[in-house]
């Protein structure tokens, strides 16, 4: 009989640590992990197969009050705090400086004579040799955000927190090898630990932030606040990177979608011979379509440009009918980042006729004649040749201009950059209406995304917006993906590019270059008959269920 120890001790986990408020920092020692909380200066050992938790320095924790980052090397510690670098050993916790940066340090790690420190302020990786504290050589930091790191043979492993992605590089000439999305915001440490079991090392990463939630305070009336809390634990990241088809997939979970809609409409209308179609999930190299049954109804399914559609027939719908329907699909999801770099793209194929004939139009009301958005084209790019390059300073040309905010409906890309704001469908449509009018082939990608919240798991989740991004077409590679505005996250830059050509795991692809939901009635749209939409005539309820991480 296996025991529930056995059991854990061969899946590794999520660890929660006991009495932690910001883990900064992450190392293995022999089988158990030791990290930092810079908060209260804790040094912590941690046990992955049971949280126990013990403090190391319990006589030192000003020295490691907030520091960021750590490394253990044989019986040596080795920490950042502010501007320095520090080693010291496990006994006496005596700190000796080893270098000064003329920036904040921000992550240390350590591989024989070779110490490797970050610095996001100075945007570089510094070596240096271990003995002698002389400096070696530098690489250039992937990301735009504060980092972490660890070693492992011939591997140098990044984590940027805001990047929300793990990087690989080689240790020796800092190449990036291949880059990762974590299933969680702000990573803040990672390490290599072994499994006492099955004997194979597991990648930890730490994640540390604030989390809102609903307190009780029985001194206020009404008693329920909403207020803020630190949130922190490690978990595992698990990569597979297919080098042949340059991409990289990370954590999936096993997901459980249904899109209903509740027949309500807001004035009487009858409808005769009507047709109402749905897409369906897509298969890509992120989303596997496990199952899709009907809900409420039964429906036939078609193909919409390579894309599955649920088609709901109704003989006549009557003014007073109300009714229940849409479909529910079982979906395994993953991280996903693409690894294409611009000199793979310098000498891109020519766009082929048909993708010109459809996808560099206007068939969405996007403003591709008015001047403004001709101009706008034009100086996004410059003088870029280069396809992969052109769209990358479409994007943050964008980002420049426009800030996030909700609007009851989409307004047209001249009035979105004239205003300044917008929603991401009026981002997606100024994306789509800039990349178009400089010949790069891009197309509507949604609908929803799964609250993402890995570890609530069997409880129904309901998103509170639909999301739309796009795809942009890269010739001799294919459809490569692009969020519309959550990168837009820094005040003019410089903007991440954790989900440029990448998507993580809470994204339901859903209608890629495909109307989402129609309607027609005797063979014509229903909105050439008569002035009325899908959302006159229902309501639409959401939900996902996060049953399991996938292996």
């Known amino acids: 009989m296996t025991s529930s120890m056995d059991r854990t001790a061969r899946s590794p986990r999520t660890l929660r640590p006991f009495g932690v408020y910001a883990l900064h920092g992450l190392a293995a020692r ?126 140098l492993w990044l984590c940027d927190r805001t990047e929300q992605t793990v990087y690989c590089l080689d240790r020796a000439t800092g190449e990036l090898q291949f880059n990762v999305l974590t299933p969680f915001e702000s990573p803040t440490g990672l390490a290599f630990a072994p499994n006492p079991i099955s004997h194979q090392a597991t990648l930890y990463v730490a994640y540390a932030g604030e989390e809102a939630y609903i307190r009780d305070n029985p001194n206020e009336d009404p008693s329920h606040e909403l207020t803020f809390r630190d949130r922190t634990f490690i978990h595992p990241l698990y990569v597979h990177y297919n080098k042949q088809e340059r991409y990289a997939l990370s954590n999936g979970y096993l997901l459980e979608m249904s899109y209903i809609e509740e027949l309500l409409p807001l004035d009487a209308v009858d409808l005769e011979d009507l047709e109402w179609r749905i897409a369906l999930p897509a298969e890509t190299h992120r989303q596997k379509v496990r199952h899709v049954e009907a809900i409420g109804l039964p429906f036939t399914e078609e193909i919409k440009d390579g894309q599955r559609v649920a088609v709901f027939k109704f003989a006549a719908l009557k003014a007073n009918e109300r009714h229940i329907f849409g479909w529910k699909a079982l979906l395994e999801v993953r991280g996903i980042k693409y690894q294409i770099n611009f000199d793979d793209t310098y000498r891109a194929p020519e766009l082929p006729p048909e993708f010109q004939a459809r996808y560099l139009v206007d068939d969405d009301e996007l403003a591709m004649d008015k001047p403004v958005i001709q101009q706008a084209a034009k100086e996004a790019i410059g003088t870029e040749t280069n396809v992969l390059r052109k769209i990358l300073k479409i994007r943050n040309f964008v980002y420049d201009r426009l800030s996030y905010g909700i609007k009851p409906h989409i307004d047209p890309p001249d009035v979105v950059l004239e205003r300044g704001i917008g929603s991401c469908g009026e981002y997606v449509g100024l994306l789509l209406a800039l990349a178009r009018l400089n010949g790069i082939a891009c197309r509507t990608v949604g609908r929803y995304k799964c609250p993402p919240f890995g570890d609530r798991q069997n409880i129904p989740l309901e998103p509170d917006f639909n999301h739309v991004w796009l795809e942009f077409y890269v010739p001799g ?72 991480e996938l292996e």
């Open 30 to 155: 022999q089988d158990k992990l030791i990290a930092l909380d810079h908060v209260r200066g804790y040094l912590l050992q941690i046990d992955p197969l049971t949280d126990n938790t013990i403090v190391l320095n319990p006589h030192h924790v000003e020295l490691f009050e907030d520091a960021t980052g750590l490394a253990v090397w044989q019986e040596t510690v080795w920490f950042t705090k502010e501007d320095s670098v520090y080693y010291c050993d496990f006994e006496t916790f005596s700190p000796q400086l080893f270098a000064t940066l003329p920036y904040p340090a921000d992550g240390v790690g350590v591989w024989e004579s070779t110490v490797y420190v970050t610095s996001q302020k100075l945007g570089y990786i510094l070596v240096y040799e271990r003995n002698t504290g002389r400096k070696i050589t530098q690489f250039a930091l992937p990301g735009v955000g504060s980092t972490n790191l660890t070693l492992r043979d011939e591997e």
């Open 477 to 548: 590679f294919g459809w490569l993906p692009m969020e519309s505005n959550p990168d837009d996250i820094i005040e003019g830059g410089p903007y991440p590019t954790r989900f440029f050509m990448g998507l993580p795991w809470y994204h339901a692809e859903i209608g890629k270059g495909i109307t989402f939901e129609s309607l027609r009635s005797q063979g014509i749209p229903v909105g050439d008959l008569v002035d009325v939409s899908v959302g006159d005539l229902a309501i639409n309820h959401i939900r996902f269920t996060i049953l399991g």
